[in-house]
């Protein structure tokens, strides 16, 4: 570190040297989030095409395969993730203005809330094995046009990924409860929250789309 | 530059980024972009060397008609398959932006570091880890299905190397999506004050649209081999036919990435080709603003066109021809390029080192491989020469003859402030001749074997179709000397590794500024300082605004 | 550094949205959840469940992610990779929709019919293996019977 700063003087703990001033710092975490969003993005795109393109070819198989699925739990399920994503941004308020008790909180609301979408999961995908409603060779359901198996296949990976997401994302908040339990977080350094933020958001957004594809579209 | 009287006396301390801190953790667990990017130098080039030693077990196999090194038909299956695999991912893919990139990027913006080291250096970690599964795959297991990992061989008849070999390509992929991120964070922030938008070197502006390559065509591959590793470990049909899947999905899903990703590996090498031919040239170089858009516009066009790999794989008429269509609009950015590049030349006072040398071949090498690709992306020519050595050949100019080429320029240009020291001249210029010569005869034959009917990828050629002895010769005679080629070449390669290992013992020190550029790079100490710059630079005028050059021409 | 501004490009200081907006945009989102229940009943198919998730997927993107009062080059992020998803499913679905449109299947579709193709040929051959044989024993009958 023996290149002198242009400012000098005051200094924060979590300014990197390379950085010249902290708020470009907190830009440039946040431009590197959205990259990686849209990263996220085209990853999750991948697998919607694959969704289509079976339900193009098999049309009807799809159709009754997702007759079985539960439009009350899908529903419950969406709704649970839409109120994290609200005490998520909540979070992020708080941390906005400095009250890193608020973060805390607003955290845990969020992170158990993401422990209820996972539990209800547990009960949908507990429900699938039980019936066999599997993919491919394990798909022992009986009374169902072909492709259906196909339809569960989509439908273990598309939820299995997004549940991935969001098991990523409960260490990720615990990690940023953490840091705000130790006051880390300011009106002029919350990157960290807001970036974590962004994630889960994102995480919301994809269910967004796979309700009504998966629970809905007749 | 306001910096060169600083940098001078830090020269004397003798003390830069190589010789800062000691040992082999204090590489390893670096987070100076320089030290990474020399390790990607290192890494990178030594997969090269595997690659390339398999290629030659290739090009020798088929010196003779049934075969001449007695390998078996499985074995050579293998060698193909793991030449093309490590030369793709392992090599191509991070070659020029994951080590001159990461090494000059910082440097030419006038920054410290990039913009999140860390995650630099768990871009490396990454690209070791995802290269430790290859290693596996070719110890352990073996891989059999070409570098394209096409379904349904993939998913049940291959070797079982594909599950090891795609985890390894999934991961390399993270790498590359890390790398994008940081590297488009960096040009946005971290340029120096001065250096606006259209002040960048031209390098830059290709790392730029090569990294919104990686950041939006990486996560499709992602997903597709690990949709791939799911169908082959449990048995679950998504791309087998048999088991209700579609292979040509799995088609769609892999081009979608591996056609934008051609220009995660042409784009860099441009970018080289950009600075050294007005560097050398001492002349302002011509179309600036063109040569930078149609890098971008490259980047974009590149996710309109990834059908033309597949017009006999059973897709639609209809698409098939709108892909052939687009593609022919790759041809208009690139035209731009190569048009600038030559008009840069003109009038110029050229240098012929070695890195220009390196340019004339890039140029000379580039227009074949991409005029050739027009005869590829035209539906109805492309059906006859689909998988004949026309399509080996035409992909090796544009990988091997513009991206290795511009690699190995961009390698000896900026040799002396990676490393401070010169090579040997007389044996670089050399060099590039015997790789010159050696490149064009190996694969030009390969476009007559091609057009003739010989198809790639067989291990013996004797007994291909109905074939004629008039024919077999023929086929003999231009798979010896296209041997022959690769051998004249793999003598050029060695003696580059030769010279250039020898010029870090035993070479004169460089200066500074040896080709006289005027980008921030060359501004700062050879080799340059742990933090790149003594205080921050300054940038008052364009990189390519050469004092020397006369008004008349500019 | 003040004389270049690139070093700050963002939008200096952060915007602290009202709560009531926060609660307004999720009242939005809880309403549209419950409209794209009941309107599947109705089976109205896909083009309203999309067009309910995008604008959803709006409020979330704009408010809770602050796309709205930020930095202008994260829309074009996020733009970009919509471009390339944009393309992704246009072509895919071109391909999957137009088979057999404009050039007749069996013409392009070599992978597809492989399986029926060997099935034609190994019939046609078994037909002319059949036809030879016939022939063969006929020529015998000839044989004898001259
Ligand atoms: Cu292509």
Redesign the interface.
Known sequence: MSTAH?HGGHHHPFHAHHF??L??Q??SA??GM??F???E??FF??VF?AF??FQ??YPEGFLEAHRTLS?PLG?LN??VL??S??T???AV?NA??GDNKGVVKQLGFTIALATVFMIVKYFEYSGKIEKGQLPGQWYTYEGLPEGASIFFTMYFVMTGLHGLHIVIGIGVLAWILIRATKNQFS?EYYAPV?NV??YW?LV??IW??L???L???? | MSTAAQTDTAHAAGTNYLNATKGLKSWIFTLDHKRIGIMYLISILLFFLVGGLLALGVRAHLFSPEGATGMSNDTYNQAFTLHGAIMTFLFIVPSIPASIGNFFLPLMLGAKDVAFPKLNLASYHLYFLGALFFIATIVFTGLDTGWTFYAPFSTDRAMNGVILATSGAFILGFSSILTGVNFIVTI????A????WRRLPLFVWSLYATS?IYV??TP?VGITLLLLIIERAFGVGIFD?ALGGD???FQ?FFW?YSHPVVYVMILPAFGVISELVTIHSRKHIFGYNAIAVSSIAIA?IG??V??HHMF????????????SFLTFLVAVPTAIKVFSWVATMYKGSIVYNTPMLYTFSFLFLFSIGGLTGLFLGALATDVHLHDTYFVVAHFHYVMMGSVFIGFLGAIHHWWPKMTGRMYNETLGRIACGLVFVGFNVTFFTQFVLGTQGMPRRYATYHEVGDIEPQLLEMFTLLHQISTIGSFIMAAGLFLILFYLLASVFKGDKAPDNPWGGLSLEWATASPPIEHNFEGQP?VRRGPYEFPEIDPMIK | ?S??S?????H?E?H??P?ST??A??GA??VL?GI??LV?FL?L??LV??V??SI??AL??G????LKY??R??SV??L??????F???L?????????????P?E???????E?AMIERLEQEEAAAAAAAEEEEEEEAEEDTGG
Request: hydrophobic share 55%; proline share 3%; glycine share 6%.
């Open positions: 242009a010249e001033t708020p470009q907190e830009a946040r431009m959205w990259l969003l849209g990263q993005l085209l795109s991948a095409v289509f393109v193009y070819m439009i529903t969406t709704l839409l109120t994503s609200l998520m941004a909540l308020r906005q203005l009106a807001e933020g962004l958001h919301d957004l967004i789309f309700f009504p594809f629970y809905l579209i007749e | 946005h922030k971290l340029r004050p001065g250096l606006t919104i939006l065509a499709v036919p292979p040509v999905l769609h979608f974009f996710f309109l990834w059908g006999v794989s059973g897709q639609s008429g209809l698409s098939a021809a709108v892909f300054v | 550094m004389a270049d690139n070093h700050n490009q963002g200096g952060h602290v949205m709560l926060y609660f945009v999720f989102l809880l959840t794209t229940v599947s089976k198919g896909l469940a999309v309910i998730a959803k997927a979330v993107v408010y809770f992610m602050h930020d930095d080059f994260y992020i996020l970009s990779s919509l471009f390339a998803i393309c992704f499913f072509f895919v679905f071109l391909d999957f929709t137009s088979r057999g449109m404009v050039v299947e013409e392009t579709n070599f992978l597809r019919n399986r």
